[in-house]
């Protein structure tokens, strides 16, 4: 796969199927026992310190010090990143405004909550001012409004200053709204690449849902159809799923077709296709499926919060 600069590209894959295992060789805390990658034009093998120059990363797991103020915090990533003195504090200080925490800068990070420790994290990875952000499932355990704000700042980094975002994330919403690539990886291997339309259209299926009065005469009539139907099925009690190639082109014979034989539609639902169904296409699940390992990265965190 390739990345282009100044583009918010996302991984997507189950447990296991390598994505914190490429962004480690990517960021070069793993070495790669096959293969090249490159990084800005740098071997991350052979030019592991130019690549680190040119890089910031954010971990899945808080790494802030919680017995330290966010402030603190900051100083010690600068020293580690060989940035001191007035350029230091300068950097500090513009990171700090950059993710709205100037005012919590002297508070200890043990008071913060789960977003801005993840706000306090990406500030610490902006010190160097990198050309690319990797962000190893970046809002995983947050609630919607943290989610929110962490990407917005995300977004504003992008556009204001064209860093080149990098990130893993089980939350389909994020990549829908937020990538514009993405690449699908199971058992190591690429499986789908493309832009997110182009993800969702190499799903061909629509789906229609029905709530009828007769959810079994339903079916039976609709499977008579043919053409253009692929599926239908009774999903619960007077709720019937129709798997259609083209919903705009079925809907109306599936409406008629109900009518004609006297049932009654309380409501019709189309479904356009989703990552979620792009994911269930290409790996035989759903995102919602395979998702132990957040939550007990959800409980690893919660855990850090409490101290």
Do not use: C
């Not at 504090?89 to 950059?98: S, T």
């Not at 269930?280 to 699940?285: R, T």
Request: a neutral charge; charged letters at 25%.
């Amino acid at each position: 796969m390739s990345v282009n600069k100044g583009e918010v590209f996302a991984v997507l894959g189950p447990n296991g199927a390598g994505k914190t295992t490429l962004m480690r060789i990517l960021t070069t805390q793993i070495r790669p026992t096959s293969g090249s990658a490159y990084v800005m034009g740098y071997d991350v093998v052979k030019e592991g310190d130019e690549v680190r120059r040119v890089i910031g990363y954010v971990p899945q797991e808080f790494s802030d010090w919680m017995d330290l103020t966010g402030y603190e915090n900051l100083i010690i990533y600068s020293k580690v990143y060989g940035v001191t003195g007035n350029e230091a504090r300068r950097r500090i200080r513009e990171v700090l405004e950059l993710m709205d925490l100037t005012d919590a800068a002297n508070r200890l990070v043990s008071t913060y909550s789960g977003g801005m420790i993840r706000r306090l994290e990406i500030a610490a990875a902006l010190i160097i001012e990198p050309e690319v952000l990797f962000l190893d499932e970046p809002t995983v355990g947050l609630d919607p409004a943290a989610r929110r704000l962490v990407w917005e700042k995300l977004i504003g980094l992008n556009k204001e200053r064209g860093i080149t975002i990098f990130f893993n994330s089980h939350y389909m919403d994020e990549v829908e709204a937020y990538a514009r690539r993405a690449a699908l990886l199971n058992r190591g291997k690429v499986i789908a690449l493309g832009t997110i339309d182009e993800l969702k259209g190499s799903v061909s299926n629509d789906v229609v849902e029905f709530i009828v009065n007769n959810a079994e005469l339903t079916v039976k009539v609709l499977k008579e159809v043919g053409d253009g139907v692929m599926d239908v099925n009774v999903v619960d009690e007077g709720t019937v799923r129709v798997m259609v190639r083209d919903a705009d082109e079925s809907l109306p014979i599936l409406i008629n077709t109900i009518f004609n034989h006297g049932i009654s539609i309380r409501r019709v639902s189309v479904h356009k296709s989703t990552l979620d169904d792009v994911f269930l296409k290409y790996v035989g699940k759903r995102i919602s499926e395979v998702e132990g390992k957040v939550s007990e990265l959800r409980a690893v965190r919660r855990a850090v919060m409490r101290g």
